[in-house]
């Protein structure tokens, strides 16, 4: 399986990823002219060398009209009802910023603000594959949800930066080209270095990672160490939280390329993220893991029926698993502890429907690391047919069975007891 390894041990900004996935691909001047090519208006790319701690990588500069501009440059700043209380002097600078270092001060006259909706117009009007601009609005939209609950405002309210849009555009269109021009069947990313510190921007001084990345950053781990900068954009996360199918450590592959991209900022380590593509050797793997969301929630209110039901629609919309622990609760009730596991993209669409088909007011989460044994499955004729048989190995173990809807299928075609068909199969 072909598999993209994204290393985030110095954190992850949209233009050092674009600049590392630029470094794998074979023809990086087909890539380069494709991204200029597009109809970007004003908006140039431009590869140069660069070097980090004796190691070599490559930096993607994105210039608009000319200009280099800071990738943060585009989050939420004041919606148009509370903009004229800051005297339109909008000033909004990273520590971190573009590069890992790159700070801006823009005043507000030189910037329009632009609705999701106008960015999702300029985006169609790409030319690029249909495919290349649905992620770019899709990552956009993850954007505006987290600005949406950073500030409080519908998304709908949410403002960006004229100059500092097309900069982000540019940024996120060549990470989602990058990874349609790899085409890796599977996106692995470490946890992310987030840094540490606080970050100025437009609202005032603020904790890193800044209050839009955190949102991102549910349900992803992440740390913070002794370097004192924001190392984690919210593009940067953003892109992550979209293309990484898990994150962890660095699955065994057979790699086949390495690509560096630098950041401009200086630190003891290498300012960089790192990326490898090779293939992935699950075959030979008996250690298998992945990460889960846990969800739970206590309920003192709901009959045993509704229960049942709430957790048959909870599976039916991508629920890895749901079930019921028996608890007491406040006042002496006894309770239901109602939990369910499920996977991070799925998460959100899980919690809406919680919320729908049971009575709690509130749902706790946690991530779970899981130890799984490898699974497929096999086709086998019998005496009652062909019946569909689970095998899984895995940690020195190896064992299989009859699907139990097979079994059962059989039973009630020959009224034989359940026991008994299983036995003879």
Known sequence: MKTLYIECKM????????????????????????????????????????????????????????????????????TSEHAHDHNHEHVHSHDHSHEHGHSHDHDHEHHHHTHLRDIEEIVSSLSIDDSIKEDVKNIYRLLAGAESKAHGVPVSEIHFHEVGKLDAIADITAVSMLIRELSPDNIV????????????????ILPVPAPATAFLLEGIPSYSGDINSEL?????????????????????????????????????????????????????????????????????????????????????????DVFTTSIGMKKNRPGILLTVLCKEADKDEIIRNVFKHTTTIGIREKICKRYILSRKSETRSTAYGDVNYKIVSGYGVEREKPEFEDIKKIADKSEKSILDVRNRV
């Open 11 to 78: 954190g992850v900004a949209g233009d050092m990823l674009s600049a590392a996935l630029l470094e794998l691909c074979p023809d990086r001047d087909k890539v380069l002219n494709s991204l200029n090519n597009m109809g970007l208006k004003g908006v140039t790319f431009e590869l140069s060398h660069m070097e980090k701690c004796g190691v070599m990588g490559s930096h993607l500069t994105v210039k608009v009209h000319g200009e280099e501009e800071g990738e943060d440059t585009f989050p939420l700043q004041d």
């Open 189 to 204: 990313a470490s946890p992310i270095h987030v840094g540490n510190g606080t970050v100025k921007c437009a609202h005032g």
């Open 232 to 320: 984690c954009t919210p593009t940067g996360a953003a892109l992550i939280k979209y293309f990484a199918k898990s994150i962890g450590p660095q699955p065994i592959m057979a790699v086949t390329s390495v690509g560096y991209g630098m950041g401009k900022k200086d630190f003891s380590v290498a300012n960089c993220v790192r990326v490898m593509i090779g293939e992935e050797m699950k075959a030979e793997r008996d250690d298998l893991t992945d990460t889960v969301t846990e969800l739970s929630c206590n309920l003192d209110d709901m009959t045993p029926e509704d229960i049942g039901y709430a957790a048959d629609k909870l599976m039916e919309c991508g629920a890895l």
